[in-house]
C-alpha cells in the first residue's frame, strides 16, 4: 500500500499552461507538505497545510495555488507555467503540527517530474 | 570511505566498506535531525533521526553521530552494500518551525 502518492509522475506542458498536481497520504497524518527539489537536488519546503489549514507559505510566486479539500489531500495546482517551474515536485506528510513541539518524521511521496517546454 | 562537510557532494565506496557521510548544519537552536537516503526516480526516504539531547543513535547497518558543539552530524553505514547508492540529505529542525534540508551527497558502492 502506498502511503504518500503523487500524480501524475511525470508531467510535460508548454509555457503558459496550468496544470495540476494531486497528492494524497493514507497515513492518518494531520500535516501535508510540498517541496520543489532542482537540478542540483537542492529540496525546498513550498507550503505545509495542518487539517486543511495553510500554515507554512514560503516565498513561492502566486501562480502556484495549494488546495486541500481534506487532511488527507493536498494538491498544487500551477498557472501560466514558466520554464524555470522545471523541477521535482514532492509531497510529504507527518503526523504533528510543525510547530509546538517536535516536529515528526515526513514522509516522501514519490514525486512528479515536471517539464515546461 | 568518508565526505567532508557538504564541499564534497560526492563519495565513492567499495562494497564492504564503512561509508561516513558528513553534514555541518547551520542553526545552533537546532534539536532534532534526520537523515533521508533518496533513490534514483524515488522520494527521499527516512533512515534514521536523532535529538539534540543524544549524541549517538544506532539503527540497523546506520549510526548518526551528533556533535553540538561544532554543529556536525555524521551518518555512518556499515559494510556498505551497492543498495545503498543514493544521495543522503540532513535535515534539521527547530522546535516549532520547518526542517531544511542540507545539500545532499551522492554516495556510490563500487562492486
Known amino acids: 500500500d502506498t502511503a504518500v502518492s503523487q500524480t501524475p509522475k511525470y508531467l510535460v506542458t508548454q509555457m503558459g499552461n496550468d496544470k495540476s498536481i494531486k497528492c494524497e497520504q493514507n497515513?492518518?497524518?494531520?500535516?501535508m507538505y510540498w517541496y520543489k527539489q532542482d537540478s542540483k537536488k537542492f529540496l525546498k519546503i513550498m507550503f505545509s497545510?495542518?487539517?486543511?489549514?495553510?500554515?507554512i507559505n514560503e516565498t513561492v510566486p502566486n501562480r502556484f495555488s495549494p488546495k486541500s479539500p481534506d487532511k488527507a489531500h493536498l494538491n498544487l495546482h500551477i498557472n501560466s507555467l514558466e520554464l524555470g517551474d522545471s523541477a521535482v515536485y514532492f509531497c510529504?506528510?507527518?503526523?504533528?503540527?510543525?510547530?509546538?513541539?517536535?516536529?515528526?518524521?515526513?514522509?516522501f511521496g514519490p514525486g512528479t517530474r515536471l517539464t515546461v517546454l | 570511505g568518508e565526505s567532508v562537510g557538504l564541499h564534497l557532494p560526492t563519495l565513492s565506496v567499495q562494497e564492504g566498506d564503512n561509508s561516513i557521510i558528513n553534514c555541518a548544519y547551520s542553526?545552533?537552536?537546532?534539536?532534532?535531525f534526520i537523515w533521508y537516503k533518496q533513490e534514483s526516480g524515488k522520494g527521499p526516504q527516512f533512515i534514521i533521526d536523532?535529538?539534540?539531547?543524544?549524541d549517538k543513535r544506532q539503527g540497523q547497518r546506520v549510526t548518526v553521530l551528533l556533535n553540538k558543539t561544532v554543529k556536525h552530524l555524521s551518518l555512518q553505514i556499515a559494510a556498505t552494500q551497492p543498495g545503498d547508492s543514493a544521495v543522503y540529505f540532513c535535515?534539521?529542525?527547530?522546535?516549532?518551525?520547518?526542517?531544511?534540508f542540507g545539500e545532499g551527497t551522492q554516495l556510490t558502492v563500487n562492486p
Open positions: 510529504a506528510s507527518s503526523q504533528d503540527r510543525p510547530w509546538g513541539r517536535l516536529t515528526d518524521t515526513q514522509y
Open positions: 497515513l492518518g497524518h494531520d500535516t
Open positions: 497545510y495542518n487539517n486543511k489549514e495553510l500554515i
Open positions: 542553526n545552533s537552536a537546532s534539536d532534532y
Open positions: 536523532i535529538r539534540s539531547n543524544m
Open positions: 535535515a534539521e529542525n527547530i522546535s516549532g518551525s520547518r526542517l531544511t
